[in-house]
């Protein structure tokens, strides 16, 4: 693992870094460069997906670089479409091929397409995948505490990470409470917000003078703080290098709550909920 990068341990034992690169859009042989260049920078959690349709080009970036297969933690994640058990088993096998490796670390439901009402199912079908060898740890995207407490009651099995929109214009307070209250380690997609208009923030800029940082320095802090595992995407190796150079300061309480307050009912991407997205 890369040695300035702190290790959080899973409720399962899996032990990953506490901040990877999120691949969305990195795609062909640009992003096959642009993940090679994040893992030569130290990156070693890529977060990929069945839907992003670029398993090949994270496989392919794996095998060109220097670092040791065991040394990465690899994430893909089951489409909404595909909560079928025999289908989502199926799924996971493809995912293993497109990226040519006999195991990924991290395997998540995408979301819980909720009308289809076959997430516990789909559960079933992780929780076998990691017995079989195929997952060393299953999780979920998107999910609310009814979701979770669902598999809970029906499985017995939870778990290990609820990935979810988490940034400061959508600080989603109660559902990080209960992940942490359920021993689940919280993930955050689009950490500095997909739009980028907080890094304008005026109180954010302000707070980067002060620690001679940068304001997406100060928000994947906050994340960090928070017990959140930041997902951040570039292409840029400056910008790979710069969003992994925020283990050497630490924002006061004071601060946490301001960046915490920038908050609002429209933060949310599209302001749009993902259950709502039906081929997530």
């Known amino acids: 693992m890369g040695k300035t990068i702190p290790l959080i341990t899973l409720n399962d034992g899996l032990q990953i870094p506490s901040i990877g690169l999120g691949t969305y859009a990195l795609n062909g042989a640009q992003g096959v460069s642009a993940i090679q260049s994040a893992l030569d920078n130290g990156y070693r959690l890529l977060d990929t997906a069945f839907n992003y349709e670029n398993e090949g080009a994270v496989g392919e970036a794996i095998r060109r670089s220097s670092v040791a297969r065991e040394e990465i933690i690899v994430t ?132 980067a003078k002060e620690h001679g940082k940068t304001p997406g320095q100060i928000i994947l802090r906050w994340h960090i703080q928070l017990g959140a595992v930041p997902l951040p995407k570039s292409a840029s190796p400056k910008r790979q290098l710069e969003n992994l150079q925020v283990f050497d300061f630490a924002l006061n309480e004071q601060e946490m709550q301001l960046i915490s307050s920038l908050t609002s009912a429209t933060g949310r991407i599209n302001n749009q909920d993902p259950a709502e997205y039906e081929e997530f």
């Open 76 to 207: 893909s994640k089951l489409p909404g479409r595909h909560h079928r058990y025999d289908r989502a088993l199926k799924t996971i096998q493809e995912s293993l091929y497109r990226l040519h490796v006999d195991y990924l670390d991290i395997y998540l439901i995408h979301w819980p397409n909720p009308k289809r009402d076959l997430y516990v199912e789909a559960w079933q079908a992780l929780i076998d995948a990691k017995k079989w060898g195929l997952v060393r740890s299953i999780g979920v995207c998107n999910f609310n505490a009814e979701h979770i407490d669902r598999l809970l009651q029906e499985t017995g099995v939870a778990p290990s990470i609820n990935q979810i929109e988490l940034h400061p214009r959508f600080s989603q307070v109660e559902q990080l409470a209960y992940n942490q209250s359920q021993g689940i380690v919280t993930e955050a997609w689009s950490p500095l917000e997909r739009s980028g208009s907080v890094l304008q923030d005026e109180k954010l800029i302000q707070i």
